[in-house]
């Protein structure tokens, strides 16, 4: 059945739940790549902001702030808008 359902493994993809709460069942699940298995993680935190939703690094990314600058702001306190819209301060000598 998982081979009707899923068809052949493609080469460098494995086995991924869309959601993470839910079973392995065939509308539930993809062929996926490290680096999209690595942001479904559970523990993988979003931001929405603008109506765009994006992980922590891919918002850092977009910043040009390392990762743990906005994991930074966030452990500060600062709200997820915040975070993720506050353009880095540049130093100015």
Not at 20 to 27: C, F, K, L, V
Request: proline share 5%; with cysteine.
């Amino acid at each position: 059945n998982f081979l009707a359902d899923m068809g052949e493994k493609p080469e460098g993809l494995s086995l991924d739940r869309i959601d993470n709460n839910a079973g392995y069942e065939p509308d539930n699940c993809r062929w996926a790549t490290p680096f999209e298995q690595t942001r479904n993680k559970s523990n993988t935190r979003h931001i929405t902001y603008n109506g765009k939703t994006l992980c922590v690094t891919d918002w850092a990314k977009e910043l040009g702030l390392h990762r743990s600058a906005v994991i930074h702001r966030l452990r500060a306190g600062w709200t997820e808008q915040e975070a993720v819209s506050i353009p880095p301060r540049r130093i100015v000598r």
